[in-house]
């Protein structure tokens, strides 16, 4: 069944596009949840006027993004941590410690959108995305220490 996408769906395609899905995952999934629409020459015209519409929101939410990611430039959080012999760490530093101390800095960071694929287990100087926008990720330093 060919649809028309309503908003950005990952693995599938971006708002606007034309996309090729099977049958089920159409009618139980994407339209319900008003993510598509069936792809039909009048919905195609909608999707064209509304692209205008979404053009313009997206510009505002990068321009936004980007405001937030001029906060997090220069941001450099330090964790002074328990260490054992041959400076292993006691537990982890982890997104939401790295979102903690965030807080106590006077930005507010949701912990889901630290890009943190693993806790830090080691000593030593880190570098860490923080996932605002698609198009806009910043990264802070983030050093762990002996205590």
Excluded: C
């Amino acid at each position: 069944m060919e649809i028309i996408l309503r908003e950005d769906v990952q693995h599938l395609g971006k708002a606007g596009e034309v996309v090729k899905v099977k049958d089920g995952y159409a009618r139980n999934f994407l339209l319900p949840q008003g993510l598509a629409y069936p792809a039909t020459e009048g919905n195609k015209k909608r999707i064209a006027f509304e692209a205008d519409r979404l053009a313009k929101k997206r510009a505002v939410e990068r321009e936004a993004a980007q405001g937030e990611a001029g906060k997090l430039d220069g941001v450099h959080l330090t964790f002074a941590v328990k260490v054992g012999e041959e400076d292993r760490l006691y537990g982890s530093v982890t997104a939401g410690d790295i979102q903690r101390k965030l807080e106590e800095q006077g930005i507010h960071v949701d912990k889901r959108k630290v890009d943190l694929p693993e806790p830090i287990r080691a000593l030593g100087e880190f570098r860490v995305g923080i996932k605002i926008h698609p198009e806009v990720r910043p990264e802070i330093a983030v050093t762990v220490v002996k205590e």
